[in-house]
């Protein structure tokens, strides 16, 4: 089956930086690649997902990029706000997944004001 | 769009008694629905895997016995965690996807913290 692993699993920025997350997955007939952020108690929320026919999607300050051959992805986030402190996972699947995704281990995001 | 609730949001129960968790696509129509499990400061661990009017496909070493899964309508799935025990314990959250939109979008709801004293 498909396996995901993701890191860092902790990432501290100073508001303003960048933040950078990369996942890595097994499966090569995965072909869907969401992002999901987690606030405290909360539902992961979908922020952005690519397909395999793009190797990068922009939506705001968020981007990921897929890298196909090399099996990995990375979410983008630029001009960190506070507000952007969550828990991020990555996950994969489409292809013979039959709509399952399989998760990263998540990333402790915390932006420092 | 792709509103997904859950109820209860939270539920407290003696240990052995039942507990059933609904989960509802509001605004879409979900073929697949998904169950997971996560525990504090961990991964989503998928359950099981509910499609409308069949049985539930269970992950690896998830018991079915004990999480009762049924899946009646396109808009409602249900988990029942019976005879409850204090391990288990945890965060349950549902997805669901499927329907008029991407088949492997998910889109969660916002999950039921079970307490089993």
């Known amino acids: 089956g498909e396996n995901v692993e993701q890191h860092p699993s902790t990432l501290s920025v100073q508001e303003g930086d960048s933040a950078v997350i990369k996942c890595t997955y097994s499966?090569?007939?995965?072909?869907?690649f969401p992002w999901y952020k987690q606030e405290l108690g909360k539902r992961p929320q979908l922020i952005i997902d690519?397909?395999?026919?793009?190797g990068e999607k922009k939506d705001q300050r968020i981007a990921v990029t897929l890298n196909k051959t090399a099996k990995h992805f990375s979410l983008h986030i630029t001009e960190t706000q506070p507000e952007d402190s969550a828990v991020y996972f990555c996950?994969?699947?489409?292809?013979?997944?039959?709509?399952?995704?399989?998760f990263g281990q998540g990333t402790i995001l915390t932006v420092h004001p | 769009g792709a509103v997904v609730s859950q109820h209860p949001s939270w539920v407290i129960c003696k240990s052995g008694t039942s507990v059933k968790i609904e989960c509802r696509s509001l605004?879409?129509?979900?073929?697949?629905m998904f169950w997971y499990r996560q525990f504090p400061k961990q991964s989503l661990m998928l359950m099981a895997t509910?499609?409308?009017?069949?049985?539930?496909?269970?992950e690896q070493g998830v018991e079915k016995d004990k999480f009762l899964i049924n899946h009646a309508s396109l808009t409602l799935s249900t988990l029942t965690v019976t005879s409850a025990h204090p391990e288990d314990s945890s965060f349950y959250i549902c997805?669901?996807?499927?329907?008029?939109?991407?088949?492997?979008?998910?889109?969660f709801g916002p999950g039921t913290r079970l307490t089993v004293l």
């Open positions: 997805s669901a996807g499927g329907g008029g939109r991407s088949a492997d979008t998910q889109y």
């Open positions: 605004d879409f129509q979900a073929t697949t």
């Open positions: 690519i397909r395999s026919n793009v």
């Open positions: 509910s499609n409308e009017g069949s049985k539930a496909t269970y």
């Open positions: 499966d090569s007939a995965s072909n869907y």
């Open positions: 996950a994969a699947g489409g292809g013979t997944s039959y709509g399952k995704l399989t």
